[in-house]
T-cell receptor, first 118, second 112 residues
Framework: EAQVTQNPRYLITVTGKKLTVTCSQN?????MSWYRQDPGLGLRQIYY???????DKGDVPEGYKVSRKEKRNFPLILESPSPNQTSLYFC?????????????????FGDGTRLSIL | AQSVTQLDSHVSVSEGTPVLLRCNYS??????LFWYVQHPNKGLQLLLK??????LVKGINGFEAEFKKSETSFHLTKPSAHMSDAAEYFC??????????FGAGTRLTVKP
């Protein structure tokens, strides 16, 4: 089954304790991204990756890091989490558009990770 | 620059009645427009996508949306609501996957 898998689904932790949220897709997609969802704000992009070893900042990258060492995995790292990073996080992937630098294909989303930073 | 406004944060309908979820957008180029649905504790699922072909776009589960350039709108409709349609719906305007704007969402409630 084609899917995007995020782990953990839920996490409560404390300020300053480094954490990693994993994301894996089995569709051989080139493009992956991370979003956070906050009430009344919709989804905002944190980071994206167009392919292995190619990552770039989205709209709200402060306090986050990512890596793309393998095509299927795109972990989100919070080096020193703070309470304002309490949110619902989604990973998404999509195939590239042939002949185009940027993809405009619909994205496949994971089921989300709810982070609470105390 | 681009932006999207979902005009209703919450819509409530009775089962079997029509659904209308409103979306207005602003874009300095010809955008792609999407509607996604989010069921509780789930990720977003694509309902439909507009990319400058037919202005009336048919999606899954009986939903459709009409692109109206003169009104800068992309409203989502369904003739007859089912209980399973209760969810949150997001309108998205995009230049590409690196340049997307999500609306704040509309929560649809379906009453028996």
């Amino acid at each position: 089954e084609a899917q995007v898998t995020q782990n953990p689904r839920y996490l409560i932790t404390v300020t300053g304790k480094k954490l990693t949220v994993t994301c894996s897709q089995n569709m051989n997609h080139e493009y992956m991204s991370w979003y956070r969802q906050d009430p009344g704000l919709g989804l905002r992009q944190i980071y994206y990756s167009m392919n292995v070893e190619v990552t770039d900042k989205g709209d709200v990258p402060e306090g986050y890091k990512v890596s793309r060492k393998e095509k299927r995995n795109f972990p989100l790292i919070l080096e020193s989490p703070s309470p304002n990073q309490t949110s619902l996080y989604f990973c998404a992937s999509s195939p590239r558009d042939r002949g185009r630098l940027y993809s405009n294909q619909p994205q496949h989303f994971g089921d989300g990770t709810r982070l609470s930073i105390l | 620059a681009q932006s999207v406004t979902q005009l209703d944060s919450h819509v409530s309908v009775s089962e079997g009645t029509p659904v209308l979820l409103r979306c207005n957008y602003s874009s300095s180029y010809s955008p792609s427009l999407f509607w996604y649905v989010q069921h509780p504790n789930k990720g977003l699922q694509l309902l439909l996508k507009y990319t400058s072909a037919a202005t009336l776009v048919k999606g899954i589960n009986g939903f459709e949306a009409e692109f109206k350039k003169s009104e800068t709108s992309f409203h989502l409709t369904k003739p007859s609501a089912h209980m399973s349609d209760a969810a949150e719906y997001f309108c998205v305007v995009a230049r590409n996957n690196n340049d997307m704007r999500f609306g704040a969402g509309t929560r649809l409630t379906v009453k028996p």
